[in-house]
T-cell receptor, first 115, second 109 residues
Framework: GAGVSQSPSNKVTEKGKDVELRCDPI?????LYWYRQSLGQGLEFLIYFQGNSAPDKSGLPSDRFSAERTGGSVSTLTIQRTQQEDSAVYLC?????????????FGPGTRLTVL | SQQGEEDPQALSIQEGENATMNCSYKTSINNLQWYRQNSGRGLVHLILIRSNEREKHSGRLRVTLDTSKKSSSLLITASRAADTASYFC?????????FGKGTSLLVTP
């Protein structure tokens, strides 16, 4: 596609429910990243995929958070038993390769609100 | 953890004026990137400057890098109302980009 797309754009859920957030990276980009942006914490790295594997998942805040990527393309970020502190904008980015001199292209984000 | 810290936190100028934002970082880097974010949503990549470069231009943007001081600056010349946004510097730590808290720029007509 022309850019990184994410769905849904907004998600409101009740505390304790599970949510799934989707990211479609730019075609041909092998590296995919998830970040979270909240008022108190700024932009935080969550997880990095190279192809379908995740060499770095160090930013996932708890075991309620998981992510997968299939076919080297679409990725889903799942948050189980959501808590109010999970409320944030979840941003996905992709780049041509997971090297340290590539720009990352960001999607528009999913705004998650946990009531 | 945040690697970069932008200064000032907020900046308000009039159209046509120049805007300068600064960024400081803590560890050695291969490159430093600047991003813009409108309305708290997706980030747009502006420019990447490598550690062996001192200055780089892109349109109305000018970025400098001083690795001895671990600092960078972003200059936007002849600003426009459409430049109103938050601006972040970012450096790699492992595979992740670490972002500062950003400078919020307001350009008034």
């Amino acid at each position: 596609g022309a850019g990184v797309s994410q769905s849904p754009s907004n998600k409101v859920t009740e505390k304790g429910k599970d949510v799934e957030l989707r990211c479609d990276p730019i075609s041909g980009h092998t590296a995919l990243y998830w970040y979270r942006q909240s008022l108190g914490q700024g932009l935080e790295f969550l997880i990095y995929f190279q192809g379908n594997s995740a060499p770095d998942k160090s930013g996932l805040p708890s075991d309620r958070f998981s992510a997968e990527r299939t076919g080297g393309s679409v990725s889903t970020l799942t948050i189980q038993r959501t808590q109010q502190e999970d409320s944030a904008v979840y941003l996905c980015a992709s780049s041509r390769a997971g090297t340290l001199d590539n720009e990352q292209f960001f999607g528009p984000g999913t705004r998650l609100t946990v009531l | 953890s945040q690697q970069g810290e932008e200064d000032p936190q907020a900046l308000s100028i009039q159209e046509g004026e120049n805007a300068t934002m600064n960024c400081s970082y803590k560890t050695s880097i291969n490159n430093l990137q600047w991003y813009r974010q409108n309305s708290g949503r997706g980030l747009v990549h502006l420019i990447l400057i490598r550690s062996n470069e001192r200055e780089k231009h892109s349109g109305r943007l000018r970025v400098t890098l001083d690795t001895s001081k671990k600092s960078s600056s972003l200059l936007i010349t002849a600003s426009r109302a459409a430049d109103t946004a938050s601006y972040f510097c970012a450096t790699y730590s492992g595979y992740a980009l670490n972002f500062g808290k950003g400078t919020s720029l307001l350009v008034t007509p």
